[in-house]
């Protein structure tokens, strides 16, 4: 595997043109069925968010929100305690759920679904179900359906439908920023860790920050 700032020369150099001719062939069109909004099967719904994403949302919908509101540690890699309560460390903040294990901003009437943060959407919402072959970016879970030069298409009933070239350019330049940002994030969480060895019962997250608590504030106050 290359190393991640290399990945990272070559998510920048990545051609806006070329990505939305990879994602014209495969073509797409949201739906608005919430199934990369829900969670499935027992499972909540997980999606990285990043720190100033998370502050974007703070303030979407007219709502004041708080951190917690709009985020929690990405779960992975930490342990469950006997009470049912997460610890450990985590190095990602994934959108936060409701109590039915969907995102928190998602509303559905009448079996249509509705973002009530959409103008405020992190990228990872603005740009499902498309990912790029490069390591350190983020993969949706399950193998990709389809692709197309680097552009991956994972499971989602809007893949296949006509695309407008402007949508395509749209969905291509997040897309890239997606791609830059997650390796930049990547690479600025591992050049600023270390351990932070926390209490039993507390959640450490690393991001390109630095460490912050679960509610968002910084370790070192
Ligand atoms: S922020 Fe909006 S688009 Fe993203 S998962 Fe939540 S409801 Fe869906």
């Not at 806006?16 to 949201?30: R, T």
């Not at 990043?50 to 007219?62: A, I, N």
């Not at 509101?69 to 997460?86: F, H, I, K, Q, S």
Request: aromatic share 6%.
């Amino acid at each position: 595997m290359q190393s991640l700032e290399a990945e990272l020369e070559a998510a920048r150099d990545l051609e806006v043109d070329d990505l939305a001719d990879a994602i014209e062939s495969i073509g797409f069109e949201c739906t608005r069925c919430g199934a990369c909004c829900t969670g499935h099967g027992g499972e909540e719904h997980t999606a990285t968010v990043f720190p100033d994403e998370v502050r974007g949302l703070e303030d979407s919908d007219d709502r004041p929100y708080d951190w917690r509101d709009v985020a929690r540690p990405m779960p992975y890699g930490l342990t469950e305690t006997d009470d049912g309560e997460l610890e450990g460390e985590t190095f990602e903040w994934a959108l936060q759920t409701d109590g039915c294990g969907d995102c928190v901003f998602y509303e559905e009437n009448d079996g249509v679904g509705t973002c009530v943060a959409h103008d405020d959407r992190p990228l990872i919402c603005r740009t499902y179900p498309f990912s790029v072959a490069l390591a350190g970016t983020s993969q949706p879970m399950g193998e990709a359906v389809d692709e197309a030069g680097v552009v991956r298409a994972h499971e989602c009933e809007g893949l296949g439908r006509d695309i407008s070239r402007e949508d395509a350019v749209e969905l291509a330049r997040a897309l890239k920023e997606r791609a830059v940002r997650e390796l930049e994030e990547a690479i600025a969480v591992r050049d600023a860790y270390e351990p932070a060895d926390p209490d039993p019962g507390e959640v450490v997250v690393h991001d390109s920050e630095g460490a912050k608590r679960a509610d968002g504030t910084p370790l070192e106050e």
